[in-house]
């Protein structure tokens, strides 16, 4: 009985040589805790139970069994064929012609207080994003699988006495992948403070201290999680994509995995999926999974796997096609959803929803919008004198009356255009039956005046050039011509006010 | 009538009547200006105004009352000082520009619009008219319009300052955790209540019963996931006082309270380890008031205090006090800890005093759990033992019988 595997030699074996094979085994679970309950200061004791001979379907001519123990306290040990013992090891044999399938129950209890620590279940989720990140999240429960301890836990005798609880664990190490980034510990309750980072060229080291100290038969549970840049992991030509990781990752040292699932999320849209691992998984089926900007769902590859030690610490490859045009698509959703927000926006404040119309406010509108029109064009009318005043103090510099009689010229034609719309602007006024009217006419008349006194004062500039009036005369001509135009322009201003 | 009567009420720290020091704390230098906002608010009379007014001298009557109602007074604190400080700077910053025109006062858009255009014209010639005017100022000197404005400004930048503290420091951290800074300046997170109660929910059974003080309640229920008999939502006076009355009773009758409650677990905070103040005996006198409102023949507030009347933990305290089942639950194995070597062994560092009763031992609980700086402990109660132990000796006689009896079969 048992379970038999086949081992294939580099180059065969020819009657009489000799080879060496080394066989590995790793076994969980068989150092059973005796006794079973303990208080906090006693030791574990624990049973080891196995074979004394070489487990082989040939014939073993010189076997010798070695044990080698955690420490040198050993209760008690089966002796066949006058074992010797040193410190921590038990020597059994040589013994000779051993007929193939012969077992004899070998039994040491001995004191080990190394951490019994089991991850009872671990879930492993690997979310792949073309974007350039890797997120990795572990979430593990872990149990204390050694003596339970009975009677209860005194915190003093912990602190205090040092051989207080020593097969409970305090702290252990994780090491994660050297570029991981953005570490976090946590648990259902909040972030986890006990922590420590440290950061080597290749690996990344995390010192890890659960809430509380762990003793026999005490559980926890936690979160741990980090990000890794994708170029290390994700091999792409093409269209094609590699993703080669590790199935399970480092948790402690001896690790004992008693059920581990992981699930792996590739980006949408990732066709033709192809997974390649180096040991027996139980792959579950496919399933989709919704994050964010997604519309029809992430595939997400779920394995399961029961009983992995450290040795199983090793790379999965996952292979999937993925169409590069697909990345634009969460750009392009976000930049849509904008898009049509601002568009309905835009179209809904240009709709008018009130039930009746309101015949006086809407009057009011239509007024207030031509007396703006109004304003302007008085405005710039009196920029147009300003203009005119400029053209004369040229003139009286450069004396040349061709420039003084073009700027005039202009004066006037720009004077003329902007009446007219004023006098339009004025009998629209009228039509709506406001007052305001009278009040442009105003304007207008006063402005008349102001365009007088304006040719007044270039007739004079003229004049005073052609030699024909004196200078001290034109000045005090000057003044008065502007006292009167301030005059007339502040009344202009008082009647706009008004408006 | 609340607040005296019904002590779960009065042992509510915020229901306490408010120091001059939360006031400063809170309102800083507005406690100064809020009067001056308050007089100018008045002068102004109208009738939003007279709102304002009452609404301000009814906040300070309540905000005096309770530490709590200080609540109703900041909004129109915030408000009046606003106003005693914009009417300062409307005085003191007041700008010689806006003199100048007197029909430009109302601030219509074609107000704005054409004032530019207007001032072209009068480039040159306005200012000499006005400039004429202006001797007739308001005697205010720019020196002291300038230490006014500055003292003003840095009031109001040591406000902001002080501002920011407070809600960094009070308002914002969470008591949950609790974080202290060593002497070169690194911080150091004691994370003990999520310890304890993540050890509850993890390696307690689903169904366990845990009883605490009611502060505790929510928490426990939200972080450890556990059922509570008494928490925050203190409605239930007598069922507080049934607590009250476990944890300051002795261990015998405590333990049939807990008992019939069906407890499973007891959780206290103790903080003598750290000098942590907010812990279950500083809470201790409370307890023992509720527990008195509803059982006054088995408890007296004045059985734990010294003859002298007050309130110690070492030797000279009451002996009620020193077997009651929170001190034992508090001290526990405390009195053969030395926390360094100018003090002696169980000397508790909140109260500052050396505990009395250092031999404590427990016939019907058993430590559980306490965290790593002692500060929640927890303790389960254990089932009643198979046999009643005998309370007399075994009868011991000296009749030998006279003669081995022999069947005669």
């Given at each position: 009985s048992g379970k038999f595997f086949s081992v294939k030699l580099p180059s065969p074996l020819a009657p009489g040589a000799k080879v060496r094979v080394s066989v590995e085994m790793v076994f969980t679970h068989v150092l059973q805790p005796y006794p079973t309950h303990i208080t906090q200061s006693e030791k574990q004791f624990v049973v080891f139970e196995g074979n004394h001979y070489f487990y082989s379907p040939y014939v073993t001519k010189t076997q010798t069994t070695r044990v080698k123990l955690?420490?040198?306290?050993?209760e008690s040990y089966t002796k066949l064929g006058n074992p010797s013992r040193t410190e921590d090891m038990i020597e059994y044999g040589p013994f000779k012609d051993i007929p193939p399938y012969s077992q004899d129950t070998l039994k040491v209890h001995y004191e080990n207080n190394s951490p019994f620590l089991t991850i009872t279940s671990m879930t492993r989720v690997i979310e792949v994003s073309h974007w350039g990140n890797i997120a990795v999240e572990e979430t593990v429960d872990l149990k204390h699988t050694g003596a339970v301890l009975k009677g209860p836990f005194s915190r003093y005798d912990y602190q205090r006495q040092p051989d207080s609880g020593i097969s409970s664990v305090k702290s252990f190490k994780t090491i994660l992948p050297a570029a991981a980034q953005d570490v976090y510990y946590r648990d259902e309750i909040g972030n986890i403070s006990t922590s420590h980072l440290l950061v080597l060229d290749d690996s990344v080291e995390m010192e890890i201290r659960p809430r509380f100290p762990l003793f026999g038969g005490w559980k926890t549970h936690y979160i741990i999680g980090y990000n890794l840049p994708s170029y290390e992991y994700l091999y792409s030509l093409g269209d094609q994509y590699a993703l080669k990781m590790r199935f399970v990752d480092h948790v402690f040292d001896e690790q004992v995995t008693d059920s581990l699932t992981v699930k792996i999320v590739l980006p949408e849209g990732a066709k033709n999926i192809h997974v390649d691992s180096p040991y027996e998984i139980n792959r579950a089926l496919d399933e989709l999974h919704y994050t964010y900007l997604d519309t029809f769902g992430r595939p997400v590859i779920v394995a399961h796997k029961s009983n992995l030690v450290e040795q199983h610490i090793q790379d999965i490859v996952v292979h999937y096609t993925f169409n590069?045009?697909?990345?634009?698509q969460e750009p392009l959703l976000v930049v849509g959803a904008f898009y049509i927000l601002f568009f309905t926006v835009i179209v809904y404040v240009r709709l008018d929803f009130s039930i009746t119309k309101d015949p006086a406010a809407e009057a009011r509108m239509k007024v207030a919008c031509i007396t703006e029109q109004v304003l302007t064009l008085v405005n710039k009318r009196l920029g147009l004198y300003r203009h005119f005043d400029e053209a004369v103090n040229k003139y009286k510099q450069s004396r040349d009356i061709s420039t003084l009689n073009s700027g005039k010229k202009s004066l006037e034609m720009e004077h003329k255009a902007l009446t007219n719309e004023i006098a339009s602007l004025q009998s629209k006024l009228k039509t709506e039956g406001s007052d305001l009217c009278d009040k442009v006419s105003e304007i207008q008349k006063l402005d008349g005046q102001v365009k007088e006194l304006v040719l007044k004062s270039s007739v004079e500039a003229e004049r005073l050039v052609a030699g024909k009036l004196k200078k001290d005369t034109y000045i005090e001509n000057e003044k008065m011509h502007s006292n009167k135009r301030q005059d007339l322009v502040s009344k202009i201003d008082n009647i706009l006010d008004a408006l | 009538y609340a607040k005296i009567h019904i002590p779960i009420i009065a042992s509510v720290s915020e229901h306490q009547p408010t120091t001059w020091v939360s006031f400063f704390f809170d309102l800083h230098i507005l406690v100064c200006t809020f009067p001056a906002g308050l007089w100018f608010c008045i002068k102004n009379i109208n009738d939003e105004r007279v709102f304002v007014a009452l609404y301000a001298i009814s906040a300070v009557y309540f905000a005096g009352v309770m530490v709590r109602l200080m609540l109703t007074l900041t909004p129109v604190v915030c408000m009046l000082s606003a106003i005693a400080f914009s009417n300062v700077f409307e005085r003191y910053l007041g700008d010689d520009m806006k003199r100048e025109n007197p029909p430009i006062e109302d601030s219509s858009d074609e107000d704005d619009k054409r004032n530019p255009g207007n001032l072209y014209d009068k480039a040159g010639k306005v200012r000499k008219h006005v400039s004429e005017q202006e001797k007739t100022e308001e005697g205010l000197g720019p020196n002291i319009k300038n230490i006014v404005t500055m003292l003003m400004l840095m009031l109001l930048m040591m406000f902001a300052v002080h501002c920011t503290w407070v809600t960094s420091n009070a308002y914002s951290s969470p008591s949950v955790v609790l974080a202290s800074y060593n002497h070169d300046g690194t911080r150091n997170i004691l994370d003990d209540f999520r310890e304890a109660y993540y050890w509850l929910r993890q390696n307690t059974d689903e169904h366990a019963r845990v009883m605490s003080w009611w502060d505790y309640g929510y928490q426990i229920a939200g972080m450890a996931n556990r059922t509570t008999l008494v928490d925050n939502n203190t409605w239930n006076n007598s069922h507080i006082a049934l607590v009250g009355k476990a944890m300051s009773s002795n261990e015998s009758a405590a333990y049939e309270i807990m008992r019939s409650l069906d407890v499973d677990y007891v959780l206290i905070i103790f903080g003598g380890v750290i000098g942590y103040s907010g812990d279950d005996i500083n809470k201790f006198l409370w307890m023992v008031r509720i527990a008195e409102g509803e059982h006054p023949k088995d408890i007296?507030?004045?059985?734990?205090?010294?003859?002298?009347g007050e309130f110690r933990v070492d030797k000279a305290g009451s002996p009620t006090l020193l077997n009651c089942l929170m001190y034992k639950m508090s001290y526990y194995r405390f009195?053969?800890?030395?926390?360094?070597?100018r003090t002696p062994p169980g000397f508790d560092r909140t109260r500052n005093a050396e505990i009395g009763n250092k031999d404590i031992k427990f016939k019907h609980l058993e430590e559980a759990f306490t965290s790593e700086h002692w500060l929640v402990r927890i303790y389960k109660v254990k089932q009643l033992d198979n046999r009643e132990t005998l309370d007399h000796k075994p009868r011991v006689t000296n009749i030998v019988p006279k003669q081995k009896y022999l069947s005669k079969k």
């Open positions: 955690a420490s040198r306290n050993v590069k045009i697909l990345m634009l | 007296r507030e004045s059985d734990y205090f010294t003859p002298q009195g053969e800890m030395q926390l360094d070597f």
